[in-house]
């Protein structure tokens, strides 16, 4: 919608982008609204808020569940932290953190601690579809020239077959 231009070629322009770049370029993009005149300031103020909160908190948590690698260990689930950095006092003190990758980190997940990622992840989704319909709505519409594509997936039928 913020590049304002027919949806396949959006499509391929953000083909591929990870979750930073995207927030990245959406900022960009919005400051160019801000800066025309075409949107007010406080949506690029509340996209700035969004987006940290995306890359800062919630990214890190859903890399770990989706890509996470896990295991099932005396029958608690643990996924190995391979992003950041840890404390190594105890290893080399001249060397205060050393990467994860480096020196992996199990965490223990229970079921509690899984829902609460999960309900962050669709919160933050949420919160980002309320402001792209906020956007779409204070846009003049004439001089949109995005459209949302139709949904063209064809549906098995589903009456049942008599053989």
């Known amino acids: 919608m913020l590049l304002n231009t027919d949806i396949g070629f ?12 995207r927030i990245d370029a959406a900022f960009s993009l919005i400051e160019w609204y801000v800066y ?7 949506y690029l103020e509340e996209f700035q808020r969004l987006g940290n909160r995306i890359t800062n908190e919630t990214q890190s948590k ?21 992003r950041g950095q840890r404390a190594t006092p105890e290893l080399r003190p ?6 994860r990758a480096m020196l992996p980190q199990r965490e223990l997940i229970t079921r509690k601690k899984l829902d609460q ?6 919160s933050d989704a949420r919160a980002v579809h309320a402001f792209c319909e906020r956007i779409h709505r204070v846009r003049p519409q004439e001089e949109l020239k995005y459209a949302p594509p139709k ?8 009456r049942s077959r008599a053989h």
């Open 10 to 21: 959006s499509r391929i322009m953000t083909n591929r982008m990870i979750a930073r770049n």
């Open 36 to 42: 025309h005149g075409r949107i007010k300031a406080s």
């Open 62 to 82: 859903r890399d770990m569940v989706a890509h996470g690698l896990w295991a099932l260990k005396a029958g608690n689930w643990w996924v190995l932290r391979l």
């Open 94 to 99: 001249e060397l205060r953190k050393l990467s």
């Open 117 to 122: 990622i999960v309900r962050g992840i669709v």
């Open 151 to 158: 949904y063209a997936r064809r549906r098995r039928n589903r």
